[in-house]
């Protein structure tokens, strides 16, 4: 392995700086050159390459976003734009690629080392979580802590207004971020993609709320939730109840940026690392994750396809610590 | 003076809680007896009134909300609300009285001063920085603070996706928010209630921006912004330009809450304690305020009524820093 | 099981008010009451006793410290302290007990419950993250956070000035705080009480950074690193490089405070509601504990006494990305 | 004017990157070519020029420290030091000049241009606060803010362990940091440089604060304090109380680094380019500020000589609310 190439792919996270440095200085460390792929899987098929050093990557472990950009490619779902991104890569000479993104990266490379001879190692780069092969992505920490952070703000307010909050947080397919931050927030309920919404629960728990003379109560709502988005609950709740009042906050784009936390530097430096490892070491077709602190490599097509479950005994957690 | 009493009313502001600790402390200090009052104006009707010391204050200075909770009072509107309030102000030997809060806080206290002789001085508690008398509202940097700090994070990941993002932030009728996170964030336009939104200049701007190859480019928007709102403003956008694509983003109420900032806890403890003060000198159906950087009391009809106009040359600043 | 008391011990670490709200919840969940000792051992020797319902732990998930505050207590090292604390224990009827702390804690609580026939479970409340039978301790990852914010606002006045800063952080007898913070923080150099310091290694370290023409070096160093402290460290560099400058800065006790982390909070939840699970199915004289994400239970006296390595790995990781 | 170059020098302050981001953006829109000079006024004299665009401080307007370096300049303060670096000016053409700095800056500066006809303006960047002719200086909000969440995280835990703490902040000559932070941090006593440390008032304090059972103290202490500074106090303390116990904290660095808040952006915003306006409009020798929310021009000679004294009340303050 003489040249290496990486890039970052799908929705930002933070931490991805960390993992680029990560694979930037591991691969110095052993005298592989590398470049940098800007523009994800657009610049791979656009000949967005540039070469990094060392000094490259400087100074942007702490910062939120991706120094190479990112992108979601179209032309990549077709065979020709995946022909051109393959040539670029020979013209090139990168004997080995790192993909740092989330499922839709893992799955375009799924597809990419299928047709083409080229060893490729992911890292799991996205907010969401929802990796198998990995017990946290790049970026999930990070914003778990923003949208508690959030929720915080959030619960002063409804505190001091004896108000409802309804807090919509990202998570599409899964609730990990939404079960995280409600146990975090110390929500009075939490709902999540992987369980089917409860009205009747739900408007039992504030009423219970309610008799209890809970001043404010908050329930955490992932985008993935089956009643139809927190703004269409709301409704069917105040369609139960008339007098029923309530405030909703979409924290949106908020939890993808920012400084990456600890937990989020070291897991992406280390996976980053472990990606240029793997390579050397004849790996392909694989991604790198982390599970019970160990480095260990699932390939793409297992790491999109199995589940991994909301940690047990959490919903029931939830559910205890709001009484 | 014997005895004042203290309450907080309208939006929760963050550092309303150390004006309250700086009432009491003061008062204390000064052998008064003091009263906080719950619930705002509801809690004057109702006799929400609880006798407080120096340790009541204990370890708030620090906390976003309002310990005594706050409301948007609908019986204080009527004469036999005020009226009741009075009573119990009477029944309870009150002899002055703080009210921490905004535009709608001096309203009702501009009336009730002149239904009833009771000295009140106000302390302006808002985000909205609203008020005449003063150069900052108790509120206002945390704000700032927070809607920066949002921006930040949304600048990473728009910058990371070449996007353009509109960002709405609180300000139903004053830019004060908007224009301060538009420079501090290094927004591309910045549009406030106080200038007719030009769409036209804007749709230039972004354009030239473009031209220029800026990757990301971001919009704030005040709430009370005269073009319809941000989600009508980016379609209206979007007509002239159908490639245009962008992201919206409603900060909401994260806004009201968090920590206060430094500059906003010494605000709220030298008006708190100068309010305090101002009742032991005499003053009543005033508003205390710091103006170039010394105590000021202004009359509850001209804080409300004067114009506090956005500072010179901001809007200037905006246009040339975006360049 | 009817009663129960919970109470914090040792050094005070964020997360423990999380983990306070979870045992008494849980508790209240299972019909059983539940008191709080304050000041810790003292407090159980003393008579601190006060009953908790589920309001008493309203709105304290977020901060930092513990409401019912702690001591490093001399008495429970008597024979007579201890008997006083089970009489007291006796008197007021608690048939299970909650231990929230560290090192010292379990110590004394093994001892104890070979003593007393009480049944007593163990939450590790630390910051240290040197116990045994579990991934983290409640207060780890806050206080990496804490110490990481502070080395990147060092990292901005480093690079400012091209600087060379030795930065102290917690850790006496064990290095995670540093290794994690100095990965995340991209330090040139992490000194560990687990390994031996090589003082010709961190010279030769700094001078290749040099002959690279690095701006700015950060070296952080655990509080037990084995060279004499930083401040001696430093002397000793410069005594072998005589134009060798340097900063110093003592990290220190803001490691212990502040608001917790997301995960600090999931973990003190689990934690404090298993540790009350745990009295319900007959266990004692165990700590809880999170390993591999599940909730496991470990004698206190191998809690104390088995030794928690630093992730393999790590030390080699830090070695490669400061290249 | 056709050329222009900036540059910082001094200690770091955060804010410093905005206010070149304004010199610069500034001087493009008014089609001036503008240089900025590396390591401060060491790189004026070693030749460090290189020529800025609009897109050179992008994205710098959020980040702490300085991009273009800063030094203290020992050859600077020789007459040969300042010829070079007149000669270089001359080679660039530079015919008007911004110095981001503090007190020594300004020192320089007035010096120099009372040898050489450049004109030079001024901006105030120092954390420090002791600058005549402007309100605040670019930065000593940012550190206040900092200074004062670690003054809240000490809180936490020395209301944990009911402990005394003393804390000491940046201010050799000021006591600027010292006041808001206390006052922000609800210290019970606060020592600085402007007033004589009167051990038996502090004493008193303290003996007062445990006869009213306080939990925990805190005493604010600036670097500049009279009484031997925070270590030397302690034990002056501690000999006429042999019981005493305490903890100490010295911040240190890291009240330089961090995002600049909100306030020092748009501060260092309109610094920054009033101080290219203030060029255009043919001033020389002057430091921009702002006062009274208006842009002032004060001789460099004035504002280091010029006393700014504590906000008139403040002391009184601390004291009333510490009560």
Not at 153 to 172: H, L, P, Q, W, Y
Not at 231 to 251: G, N, W
Not at 282 to 303: L, Q, R, S, Y
Request: with cysteine.
């Amino acid at each position: 392995m003489k040249k290496i190439a990486v890039f970052t792919s799908g929705g930002d996270a933070p931490g991805m700086n960390a993992c680029i440095r990560a694979v930037v200085r591991t691969a110095v460390y052993h005298n592989i050159r590398v470049f940098g792929i800007e523009r994800g899987l657009n610049g791979m098929i656009d000949d967005n390459f540039v070469e990094m050093q060392t000094h490259s990557v400087s100074n942007i472990i702490q910062r939120g976003g991706t120094v190479l950009k990112t992108s979601r490619s179209k032309s990549f779902l077709t065979k020709e734009g995946r022909r051109k991104a393959y040539e670029n890569l020979v013209a090139y000479g990168i004997d080995g690629l790192v993909a740092i993104g989330g499922d839709g990266t893992y799955t375009a490379m799924d597809v990419f080392t299928k047709e083409y001879d080229i060893p490729v190692i992911g890292a799991p780069g996205t907010i969401d979580n929802d990796l198998y092969g990995t017990d946290n992505t790049i970026g999930f920490d990070t914003a778990v802590n923003t949208a508690l952070d959030a929720i915080d703000k959030i619960r002063d307010t409804a505190d001091s207004n004896d108000r409802i909050f309804f807090v919509e947080v990202m998570g599409r397919d899964a609730g990990f971020i939404a079960m995280d931050v409600g146990i975090g927030g110390g929500a009075e309920a939490i709902l999540i993609p992987e369980r089917h919404t409860q009205l009747d629960e739900l408007v039992n728990t504030l009423r219970s709320g309610w008799g209890r003379h809970k001043g404010s109560q908050l329930i955490v709502v992932a985008e993935g939730e089956d009643a139809g988005g927190v703004f269409e609950l709301a409704e069917k709740i105040k369609s139960q109840i008339p007098t029923f009042e309530y405030r909703i906050t979409v924290l949106g784009h908020i939890q993808r940026g920012g400084k990456p936390s600890a937990r989020d530097r070291v897991l992406a430096s280390r996976l980053g690392s472990a990606a240029v490892d793997g390579l050397l070491h004849g790996k392909k077709g694989v991604a790198a994750g982390v599970v019970n602190n160990a480095i260990v490599f699932t390939p793409f097509n297992e790491a999109i396809k199995k589940n991994k479950p909301i940690t047990e005994g959490l919903v029931q957690l939830a559910k205890v610590l709001s009484t």
